[in-house]
């Protein structure tokens, strides 16, 4: 693919961080006060997230979506027996973003805003995926 063809990915990204900037939703104070109960503020955005999604999916369902390809957009069902291993990896997750101050996205837009300390946790979380696909065929799944 040329740039030219990225370029309406890279404009999606950027209002997509604009919009979390925007919204506080990168904002360290917001995201300790939602681990801490605090405020509702992220627990509505994450809500109105989830409400999106669902919408979003039963469109794309319904109406036989495509993808930028041509080819359809399937959407599996989810296994019943992995249940422990999604509370484990969210978990997991919830814990890094609870210690961190910053989901994996909004680690770009703030570093985009001048927080280069983002740095770290970017390259920390591209040696765990890396380590991850290295050691992927060993790992149970």
């Known amino acids: 693919m040329k740039f030219s063809e990225y370029l309406k990915y890279l404009l999606i990204g950027t209002a997509f961080g604009f ?3 925007k919204s506080e939703v ?3 104070f917001r995201i300790q006060e939602m681990f801490r109960f605090d405020a509702f ?3 509505g955005i994450i809500g109105l997230a989830v409400i ?3 919408i979003s999916v039963q469109i ?4 036989n979506m495509k993808d930028a390809n041509g080819n359809l957009i399937t959407i599996p069902p ?3 027996s992995q249940v422990k291993r999604y509370l484990i ?4 997750f919830g814990l890094g973003w609870a210690l961190l101050g910053a989901c994996p996205g909004p680690m770009f837009a703030l570093l985009g805003s001048g927080l280069t300390i983002m740095v770290i946790p970017i390259l920390a979380a591209l040696a765990g995926t890396y380590t991850y696909g290295v050691l992927r065929d060993k790992l149970p799944h």
């Open 78 to 80: 989810k296994d019943a």
């Open 26 to 28: 990168v904002s360290w």
């Open 60 to 63: 794309i369902k319904r109406n």
């Open 52 to 54: 999106v999604g669902i």
């Open 41 to 43: 503020h992220m627990y």
């Open 19 to 21: 919009v979390l900037m």
């Open 89 to 92: 990896g969210g978990s997991m």
